[in-house]
């Protein structure tokens, strides 16, 4: 047989490979050595550490270690740099983006190349997709930098943003920092992965072709200690982090108290749910792309396969055929589908979670196909026999690997899939709509995609939920999350609070004989207090005006499981919700006489202006319940992603100390609004108005469980709320110092916060604070995806 018809026969592929040249020739021009890019200028090389090509293991170039030194020139920099861009017009910032968006796509392959080379990423990917997506983002920004007054009236950049990536998308994670930040006004200092610097420091490059002002962007090569120095360094306004949970949780301790903005895109383990009647073929490819894109080694990889029972046999049959036609070889070969993993020590860390899978009872199945010698490559590999209880199904392996389970009903598809502490993304099989679309809201991740996996676009935001971090990248979420209202820098510490008088010393002094305690409110129902104590409610001349219950950590368990009971809140209409708000709204005016009398008793201040405001802040988000909505997207493919705002769940209000009344308002019906059952703790020095307040919810047809009200001391009950699991979020209007503890204890499940650090936030202030200040903070947005095409 000749030679064609030999192919013919076996329809082998041959080679393809891409030419490592230009790359190894820019290397080359720069002597193969790199500093630092600090104010447009490049550094003398310091000590140096390799870059490895993880498909061969040899060196590509010596990148220099950042020191805290290093961290600080490069703030410097920015900070200098900072006046003059943020001063630049809109359309002046959009120029440079756009300029950066053609140098990008002018120098593709090249960009593509070195990223292959460094990584080990298959060329097919580098090419056709991070890079791509990287200029796409530029270009969508450089549209962010033009409107960005029209679109965010009264907001202003940061300042100084530190931005550390990982090593998965170099440049696509580079791009997703730099073009928001850029657009909004902000000057970056941005650390690569140790493993990854090399396109940065093209892009870098790129930056000085383009012209960009000096200090603008700043690239600080090194390892985590370099990370941890921009973290650390007091001069940065804003840090911006991509990668592991632990990383992610260690910053968010760190900058506890500082007043730093913070966004974190974390680590994930997504559900990929394939319905009875998918079609098998597709969802076949789509895990294809789901698990074994980039190696496996992607944040929302599709890694947990759940598969109805009815067709798990055939599933995984044709899976397995699939596997083995899957070809692992050199990442600059255009015609191989999985290429290296970023460096041996990954490469060990997914064989050591393999082998625990094995231990703990799963079986591995690895397809019986050739593996080039040497480099860091695996085999693609599935594990069944496993359930949500073993390591391999609960921890990101960040390989390779994907998990398998099965399941019988929709219902149990979607325990399973939220039954994980991250919630980046999620992909649904099914040719029935109505069933995706039914449940696509109910699975508690930033991303779900329909029939498809791993879409992603500019104008569509990627983040998380739960322990998958918060903010979004892309879309108008993301550039939200490098803005804040110019009259935040203004505020002014807040008034100190006039001192309670003294507890007495003997608790029956304070007694008032009959027992008249304001029982709490917890689950639709007045509570003792589980300590059995009360606390003494002082008037402003130090007369006893009441007694409230001392909460303790048990009353807010109790209140958590009743909140968490009440999530239903979350989908029902808002309408209803809109509803109720307005009827809460009128039965206040109804009383308003008592509560005014009530709030004189406690303040010594005429309490009527302040019932007027929180009647008429109740009736601004009942407005505003059915209008804070989403957008549907319309990326560069056949599909349409409709971005749904959603609450984040149980949010836990420690309120401010004065206006008992609307200052607990003011937080909670936001809150309500949008859906999120609330943990109240009132003002502590004058909680009447709000244990009063129960008796309107009782009466505005309000669910039990959407409203707990515990009283007591706010700061002890603050950090238990903070360390609680069961709380999604927590606003805190308090001082500096239970503002940094409430950051701090948030660590454990990485929940959102607000907190006030002493500033003086006047929450009557309706311009501030009738509109999406809150709102914002009540939400997160959740984009799915669902492509089209007859
Ligand atoms: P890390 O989270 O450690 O690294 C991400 C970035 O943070 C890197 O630039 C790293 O620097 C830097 N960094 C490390 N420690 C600190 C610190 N204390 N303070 C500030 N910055 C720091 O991820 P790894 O590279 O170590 O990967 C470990 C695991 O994390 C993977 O196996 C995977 O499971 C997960 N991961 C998840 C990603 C995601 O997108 N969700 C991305 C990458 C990893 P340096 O590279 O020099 O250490």
């Known amino acids: 047989m000749n030679k064609i018809a030999q192919i013919f026969q076996t329809l082998e592929y041959g080679p393809a490979p891409e030419s490592a040249q230009p790359a190894l020739d820019w290397i080359k021009a720069h002597d193969g050595v790199f500093g630092h890019f600090i104010n447009g200028a490049w550094t003398k090389p310091g000590k140096t550490f390799s870059s490895d090509n993880p498909a061969t293991g040899e060196s590509l170039a010596q990148v220099s270690e950042g020191s805290a030194e290093d961290v600080d020139k490069a703030v410097k920099a ?302 693609p590999a599935l594990i069944t026999d496993v359930s949500p209880a073993n390591t391999v199904v609960a921890e990101e392996i960040f390989g390779p690997v994907l998990v398998v389970m099965s399941f019988r009903t929709p219902e149990e598809a979607v325990a399973l899939a939220n039954n994980t502490r991250y919630g980046l993304a999620a992909t649904i099989w099914s040719e029935n709509i109505n069933l995706a679309l039914d449940i696509a809201p109910k699975i508690k991740a930033g991303v779900v995609w329909i029939n498809g996996t791993n879409n992603f676009d500019a104008a569509v935001g990627f983040g998380g939920y739960k322990e998958s971090g918060f903010g979004r990248e892309g879309g108008k979420e993301g550039m939200g999350v490098y803005l804040k209202p110019a009259w935040e820098k203004d505020l002014k510490p807040a008034p100190a609070a006039k001192a309670s008088p003294a507890k007495p010393a003997n608790p029956l002094d304070a007694s008032q004989g009959i027992d008249q305690t304001a029982k709490m409110y917890i689950g639709g129902k007045q509570a003792r207090p589980d300590s059995g104590y009360s606390r003494p409610v002082f008037g402003p001349a130090g007369n006893l005006v009441g007694e409230a219950g001392e909460g303790n950590r048990k009353d807010i368990r109790n209140a958590v499981e009743a909140a968490r009971a009440a999530l239903g809140w979350g989908t029902s209409s808002a309408h209803n919700r809109a509803q109720i708000l307005y009827f809460l709204a009128e039965n206040l005016q109804y009383r308003r006489a008592e509560f005014a009398a009530r709030i004189k008793e406690q303040t010594g201040e005429k309490g009527e202006a302040e019932v007027d405001a929180a009647i008429e802040r109740l009736f601004a988000f009942a407005g505003w319940a059915d209008k804070y909505d989403g957008a549907v997207h319309n990326p560069p493919l056949r599909a349409i992603a409709a971005a749904m705002v959603e609450p984040i769940g149980v949010l836990a209000i420690l309120a401010p100390q004065a206006r008992p009344l609307l200052g607990s308002v003011a937080l909670l019906a936001p809150a309500l609004a949008m859906g999120n059952p609330v943990v109240l703790v009132p003002s502590e020095k004058s909680p009447l108005s709000m244990t009063d307040f129960y008796q309107v919810l009782e009466t505005s047809d309000v669910p039990s469980g959407v409203v707990n009200v515990v009283t007591g001391d706010s700061a002890v009950l603050a950090k238990t709320l903070a360390e609680h699991d069961g709380i999604d979020a927590i606003w805190c209007v308090g001082d500096a110092a239970t503002s940094t503890m409430v950051e701090k204890a948030s660590v454990g499940n990485l929940k959102q916060t607000w907190t006030s650090r002493g500033l003086n936030y006047d929450l009557s202030d309706t311009e501030k604070f009738e509109g999406d200040y809150f709102l914002r903070r009540a939400t997160q947005v959740k984009n799915v995806w669902v492509p089209y095409g007859a």
């Open 78 to 379: 920015a900070r200098a740099a900072f006046k003059s861009w943020s001063a630049l017009s809109g359309y002046e910032r959009a120029k440079y983006l756009y300029a950066i968006a053609r140098l990008v796509q002018k120098h593709s392959r090249l960009f593509a190349v070195l990223e292959s080379l460094d990584n080990g990423k298959p060329i097919r990917e580098s090419r056709d997709i991070d890079i791509p997506l990287v200029a796409r983002h530029f270009y969508h920004h450089a549209g962010w930098a033009q409107h960005r007054d029209r679109e965010f009236p009264g907001a202003v950049p940061y300042g100084v943003c530190g931005q550390i990536i990982p090593w998965n998308f170099p440049l696509l994670m580079l791009a997703w920092k730099i073009a928001p930040a850029l657009a909004a006004g902000n000057t970056v200092v941005l650390k690569p992965a140790e493993f990854t610097s090399l396109t940065a420091l093209l892009f870098a490059e790129i930056c000085e072709k383009a012209g960009l002002p000096k200090g603008v962007v700043n690239i600080v090569t090194g390892f985590g200690e370099t990370g941890q120095a921009i973290v650390a360094h007091p001069d940065i306004d804003k840090i911006a982090f991509t990668g592991s949970t632990d990383v992610g949780k260690a910053i968010r301790a760190a900058t506890a108290g500082t007043g730093k903005g913070l966004s974190l895109e974390l680590g994930g383990k997504s559900p990929y749910i394939v319905f009875e009647d998918a079609d098998i073929d597709s969802a076949i490819e789509g895990l294809v792309d789901a698990i074994w894109f980039n190696q496996g080694q992607v944040c929302c990889a599709g890694s947990r396969l759940l598969v109805q029972e009815s067709i798990e046999e055939r599933f995984i049959a044709k899976l397995k055929l699939r596997m083995s036609k899957l070809r692992v070889g050199d990442p600059l070969d255009k015609a191989i589908d999985i290429g290296a993993l970023v460096a041996p020590v990954q490469v060990e860390r997914v064989r050591e979670l393999m082998q625990k899978g094995i231990e703990e009872g799963g079986s591995v199945y690895e397809p019986d196909i050739d593996l080039p010698a040497g480099g860091c490559f695996l085999k």
